[in-house]
């Protein structure tokens, strides 16, 4: 019999073909959503992560060393370095290597204060100055040494104690040598070398290198004497006055010769006492040439070049070279006054 032969529908024939390609698509599809959602996946994770780790230093100075998580923080940290300071302050003449710095410091010239502290109203310069100043009314101290446990309000006081522990002693004097732990330190010892005397007695004229020098001068002219002794009632007006006065009572001295074991109360005694051991007189007089065992010595002769006679009878007015000499003399005027203590000697 005659068969005919079947040919497919062509939209069977159609599908047929497409089919693979259509099924292809799909799996493709499906990866690429798949591949998508690891992605968005992964790249949480790592964002994630970035938030959760510590943040990395990785711009260094090329200088120092010293590293910062920012590079404009290195740009700015290497102006330290540049010896070139464009930023003249028109006030001082003092230059600056940023002008940012220039700023801060023109508010010393304008007294300009903008922040206020809230508690007690006090104005400062600088907001950095502010955050320290608000730490007096919290009590906080954020830093800590990790030697003795001892708290600081201050970071740069914190550098500053660690430097005890240390022994580092970064300020030196260019005129002698001797080296100090702080900068304002170095800047006190240096007026010893320059003479320079910054703080006048207003009453006296007298001038002092240092403000507590003058402090404990201004003491003489209101005659006030704050430190009493509890065992002879003996006043003094400085404290350390009254602790060197109490080891009279207890008869503590001690600062000892190694030389020949003798003891003493203070420690300037003890020094003059070690130039009879090595002879040496390093205190000399400019007039004559005479030298002394020490200073006090020199003062009290140059008194016989200058005429100077410090000391005055309140009574006769007559005045004397020595302190000694006046209580000698005060005798007589006492004896004047009680002829029967002159008649029972």
């Known amino acids: ?65 010293k590293s910062f998580s920012q590079r404009y923080s290195l740009t700015y940290h290497m102006k330290t370095h540049r010896s070139e300071k464009v930023f003249s302050c028109g006030a001082c003449g003092k230059s600056f ?22 508690i007690c109203g006090k104005s400062l310069s600088h907001k950095k100055s502010l955050t320290a100043h608000m730490r007096i009314h919290t009590d906080e101290k954020p830093f800590c040494c990790v030697t003795c446990g001892k708290s600081f309000s201050r970071k740069h006081i914190l550098n500053v104690h660690m430097r005890t522990h240390s022994g580092e002693k970064p300020f030196s004097c260019v005129a002698c040598g001797k080296c100090f732990s ?32 003058l402090n404990d001068h201004m003491k003489i002219h209101i005659d006030q004497k704050s430190f009493s002794c509890g065992t002879c009632g003996k006043s003094f007006r400085l404290k350390m006055y009254l602790v060197n006065h109490m080891k009279i009572h207890t008869g ?60 005055s009878c309140g009574t006769c007015g007559k005045s004397f070279t020595l302190k000694q000499t006046l209580d000698h003399h005060m005798k007589i005027h006492t004896d004047q006054k009680h002829p029967e203590r002159s008649g029972s000697r």
Do not use: A, W, Y
Request: a neutral charge.
């Open 182 to 213: 702080r900068k304002d330190t170095l800047n006190v010892h240096m007026r010893f070398h320059t003479g320079e005397k910054s703080f006048s007695c207003g009453t006296c004229g007298n001038s002092f290198t240092l403000k507590h020098t």
């Open 97 to 118: 290597t940023d002008k940012k710095s220039l700023n801060f410091h023109m508010r010393i010239h304008t007294s300009e204060k903008p922040f206020s502290c809230e």
């Open 252 to 311: 503590e001295k001690p600062f000892s010769c190694v030389s020949c074991g003798k003891s003493f109360l203070l420690k300037m005694h003890l020094l003059n006492h070690m130039t009879i051991h090595v002879g040496e007189k390093p205190f000399s007089c400019g007039t004559c040439g005479k030298s002394f065992i020490n200073k006090g010595h020199l003062n009290v002769h140059m008194r016989i070049h200058t005429g100077e006679k410090p000391f």
């Open 1 to 65: 019999p005659l068969q005919i032969k079947q040919e497919p529908e062509p939209l069977q024939i159609k599908q047929e073909q497409e089919e693979p390609e259509h099924q292809q698509f799909k799996e493709e599809e499906k990866q690429l959503c798949i591949s998508q959602d690891e992605e968005h996946l992964v790249l949480k994770q790592e964002t994630d992560d970035i938030l959760m780790m510590p943040s990395k230093k990785v711009f260094s100075c090329g200088t120092c060393g």
